[in-house]
């Protein structure tokens, strides 16, 4: 629970005020309608496509408004640079840089951080050099870090008002189509811009794939797009996916996804027509590999899976083993490829994917999410957003969704990374609440959060090495030894927010 | 933790992580390796960093230490060094004669007294891997007290006698033979050698069936993805599990009124078939299956 005297401080930043404190993963109950946007009219034969110093002028851009992008061209992004630097030209200042996430490839943005072009940040993750200047507290006040589902809701319920969303297209028609699953920087689903087309102010399309003839898949309609601008490149490639699947040949994380395996298979989870989420990690994608002899030994499909894709993933719907799919991203060529041919592989938004605020997220359909970690605590809190030494590493993503979605969320982590134990009394920084986590799987052991003893009974007799999270974090202790605290600043640079809106923990300065 | 031995794993002892990690792949015991694992340069680094390890931290599982052989010069510093840490046992390589474990024996309890822990607490796995100890195996499983088991070092057995190798190990056939017969008749346990081409999983699986066959009831490994395997070997079916319940069950009515002669579905059982369904059913329980 966030300290009262810091959610003091936080309430009195301008546009703070009425932030609130993490009070339960279901506490918040949602009033109201959603956010508006400009009525648009456009005359039959108007044209759209111009250069993009045109486009700043035509939506008229200025100081202080929000700018956004979507993170699906990952590593290999080059339109934030191209966007940015071309509003930094036209002495354009003080705005806010709204990103679906923000990776490496981002640190040459720092010289428009540095001169006032952008001074905050609302966004799923940061790090390297961007990350660095926001916990140097340079911003001009603390950048936000949202789930996915919560940057969603947030768009939504217009919390976070975007004036101009400019949106990576890797492939666009003249009269706005987009999709993402065609051209040179094919990145699969884009999920991640639908709501930034859909409630922004302005869309602008970035494209480096222009057609004049309309385009067949479409993932973002004309309906939405207002301008296009046509670029060499919108990324390169080789950082926007990965040519193939990576499964982990460390015996230690095989042990631990043979384990994950073996706690779902023991319980009232694994069942025909199950629907699940495995992250794309090389840990998730053993586990999914375990799970898919399971299911074979059995008999059963999945009805459904939810989230990130992979080949892996798409092996299994092709097998049949998975009915359907709903992706609202992709990480390798295999399943961008799928995407754009399977009818089985459906591409959903953000808001559809885990916003809380909708009718129903697709998170709500898990029976279980196989999630990864960077520390959890005793009360099954999980950090994946700070590393051990409180510096911003990741992003929440959908983590925190999936989390409260499922019925089951386990969580795999190694018990040690390098000589630091992985399991706390205390994790650097809250992001998905331990009420939300069920069961942690590392290579020394189990733990079954107390609040699940059903899934702790299911356990009972299956040769399975269940503990009790404090047993495991004595091993950790033990092996590791015991951490000596590190100084922590008082200065909050960043909000860390869960999904409903509400604030679970801060990053502080270094 | 259960009771049985069905693989010892291997791990060098000059590698940190690699020790900390040890007992996470499920082998019924761990040895950590002061011998071929370890380069001479790092003969007493490999030392310090087990004897610092196991000072501070216990695996959860048995532990055992090869040591370096009798005709090194690090053999008594490591048996010094190491008995005081009171692992399940020692391992000597080259283990030829009865003088060679006598030895040991003595040695090893004087650094029981000297470390205060009651002599006899650790005990000795004899690798064989001489034509010499291979012909002696019977006199070296009984020179001590302390010893629990013996194995077949094959390599260096192979290279004393000659021989050339095969992926299936036909030449090592006899003395595999000899030390099953050996440890049988010593009630000791017989380990079987070590599969080293650990890539090859059908002729790994192959090999450890039919080292079932032949009686070992341990195989020594070197590389964590052999342990399910030679664990799903000993494995036994549903079927055997439940044939010895019924042979125990039908066994324990029997003493109860103290009826002579017991039989199951018209087949007398013997002592030898009580003992088989006991065994299985240890292993059924170490595999997992409720019992």
């Given at each position: 629970m966030l300290d009262t005297k810091i959610l003091a401080e936080i309430n009195k930043i301008p546009g703070y005020e009425h932030?609130?404190?993490?009070?339960?993963?279901?506490?918040?109950?949602?009033?109201?309608?959603?956010?508006?946007?400009?009525?648009?009219?456009?005359?039959?034969?108007?044209?759209?496509?111009?250069?993009?110093?045109?486009?700043?002028?035509?939506?008229?851009?200025?100081?202080?408004?929000?700018?956004?992008?979507?993170?699906?061209?990952?590593?290999?992004?080059?339109?934030?640079?191209?966007?940015?630097?071309?509003?930094?030209?036209?002495?354009?200042?003080?705005?806010?840089?709204?990103?679906?996430?923000?990776?490496?490839?981002?640190?040459?943005?720092?010289?428009?951080?540095?001169?006032?072009?952008?001074?905050?940040?609302d966004t799923s993750g940061s790090?390297?050099?961007?990350?660095?200047?926001?916990?140097?507290?340079?911003?001009?006040?603390?950048?936000i870090f949202r789930t996915h589902g919560g940057r969603a809701r947030a768009i939504e319920t217009g919390e976070l008002h975007i004036n101009v969303a400019?949106?990576?297209?890797?492939?666009?028609?003249?009269?706005?189509?987009?999709?993402?699953?065609?051209?040179?920087?094919?990145?699969?689903?884009?999920?991640?811009?639908?709501?930034?087309?859909e409630y922004a102010d302005y869309v602008v399309a970035v494209t480096d794939s222009l057609s004049d003839l309309p385009l067949d898949y479409v993932s973002i309609p004309q309906t939405q797009v207002d301008y296009i601008t046509e670029v060499d490149s919108i990324g390169d490639p080789s950082g926007i996916a990965t040519g193939s699947i990576r499964v982990s040949k460390n015996p230690a994380e095989l042990v631990i996804s043979k384990y994950a395996a073996d706690v779902i298979a023991a319980t009232e989870y694994f069942h025909d027509q199950m629907i699940f989420q495995f992250g794309t990690g090389g840990m998730a994608i053993a586990t999914a590999g375990y799970i898919r002899e399971k299911m074979l030994a059995k008999k059963y499909v999945a009805s459904a899976g939810v989230g990130g894709v992979s080949g892996f993933h798409v092996q299994m719907l092709n097998e049949g083993l998975i009915k359907t799919f709903y992706d609202p991203q992709d990480f390798d060529l295999t399943a961008i490829k799928s995407l754009g041919t399977n009818p089985k592989h459906h591409e959903i938004s953000a808001?559809?994917?885990?916003?809380?605020?909708?009718?129903?997220?697709?998170?709500?359909?898990?029976?279980f999410a196989v999630l990864s970690a960077t520390e959890i605590d005793v009360n099954f809190n999980v950090n994946v957003l700070t590393d051990s030494y409180g510096k911003l590493l990741g992003a929440p993503g959908g983590h925190p969704d999936a989390a409260a979605g499922a019925k089951m969320t386990i969580i795999t982590m190694p018990l040690l990374r390098g000589r630091l134990p992985m399991l706390l009394d205390n994790v650097t920084t809250i992001v998905t609440p331990g009420e939300t986590v069920d069961v942690l799987v590392t290579e020394y052991g189990i733990a079954v959060n107390p609040r699940r003893p059903d899934i702790?009974?299911?356990?009972?007799?299956?040769?399975?090495?269940?503990?009790?999270?404090?047993?495991?974090?004595?091993?950790?202790?033990?092996?590791?030894?015991?951490?000596?605290?590190?100084?922590?600043?008082?200065?909050?640079?960043?909000?860390?927010?869960?999904?409903?809106?509400?604030i679970i923990d801060i990053v502080r300065g270094i | 933790m259960n009771s049985l031995y069905r693989t010892m794993m291997f791990v060098p002892g000059n590698a940190p992580a690699k020790l900390t990690k040890a007992e996470i792949y499920g082998a019924d015991c761990v040895i950590f390796d002061l011998e071929d694992a370890v380069s001479v340069k790092e003969k007493d680094a490999a030392r310090d960093l087990v004897r610092t390890f196991l000072s501070t931290y216990r695996p959860d599982c048995r532990v055992g230490i090869r040591v370096n052989a009798q005709d090194t010069p690090y053999y008594e510093e490591d048996v010094k060094a190491m008995v005081p840490l009171k692992p399940d046992f020692l391992r000597l390589p080259k283990s030829e004669t009865a003088k060679n474990m006598r030895d040991l024996d003595t040695f090893m309890t004087k650094c029981e007294e000297k470390a205060g822990i009651p002599v006899g607490t650790v005990k000795i796995v004899a690798t064989i891997e001489t034509a010499l100890g291979v012909q002696n195996a019977f006199e070296v499983a009984t020179a001590s007290k302390r010893i629990i088991g013996i194995g077949l070092g094959a390599e260096d057995f192979r290279t004393d006698m000659r021989m050339t190798?095969?992926?299936?190990?036909?030449?090592?056939?006899?003395?595999?033979?000899?030390?099953?017969?050996?440890?049988?008749?010593?009630?000791?346990?017989?380990?079987?050698?070590?599969?080293?081409?650990?890539?090859?999983?059908?002729?790994?699986?192959?090999?450890?069936?039919?080292?079932?066959?032949?009686?070992?009831?341990?195989?020594?490994?070197?590389?964590?993805?052999?342990?399910?395997?030679?664990?799903?070997?000993?494995?036994?079916?549903d079927k055997e599990v439940e044939h010895a319940k019924q042979v125990l069950a039908v066994y324990d009515e029997a003493m109860k009124k103290g009826s002579g002669v017991i039989a199951l579905n018209g087949k007398m059982i013997d002592m030898p078939m009580v003992t088989r369904a006991k065994a299985v059913l240890e292993y059924a329980k170490a595999s997992g299956k409720e019992i």
């Open positions: 932030k609130k404190a993490f009070s339960g993963a279901f506490a918040t109950k949602p009033t109201g309608y959603t956010a508006a946007k400009p009525i648009k009219c456009v005359k039959p034969g108007t044209k759209k496509v111009y250069s993009l110093n045109d486009i700043l002028d035509a939506v008229g851009l200025k100081d202080g408004m929000t700018i956004s992008f979507h993170h699906c061209l990952r590593n290999g992004d080059a339109v934030m640079k191209y966007v940015v630097d071309a509003i930094a030209k036209k002495g354009i200042k003080d705005l806010t840089l709204s990103a679906s996430s923000l990776s490496k490839v981002q640190d040459c943005l720092l010289p428009h951080f540095e001169s006032g072009v952008i001074t905050r940040v790090r390297s050099e961007l990350g660095r200047f926001i916990q140097e507290g340079k911003l001009a006040k603390p950048a400019f949106i990576a297209a890797p492939r666009c028609d003249k009269y706005g189509n987009i999709n993402g699953v065609e051209g040179k920087s094919a990145c699969g689903s884009l999920g991640y811009a639908m709501p930034d087309a808001s559809a994917y885990a916003n809380p605020f909708n009718a129903n997220p697709y998170v709500n359909l898990l029976d702790a009974e299911s356990l009972k007799g299956k040769a399975l090495p269940v503990k009790s999270i404090e047993e495991l974090k004595a091993k950790a202790d033990a092996l590791a030894g015991k951490r000596t605290p590190l100084p922590k600043s008082d200065k909050i640079c960043g909000l860390v927010e869960y999904r409903d809106g509400t | 190798r095969s992926e299936d190990g036909q030449e090592i056939l006899y003395a595999r033979n000899r030390i099953s017969l050996a440890a049988h008749a010593a009630g000791v346990m017989p380990l079987d050698y070590v599969y080293s081409n650990f890539k090859n999983t059908e002729g790994f699986i192959a090999d450890v069936k039919f080292g079932k066959m032949l009686g070992f009831t341990c195989k020594s490994v070197i590389h964590p993805s052999q342990v399910p395997l030679v664990h799903s070997v000993y494995d036994p079916t």
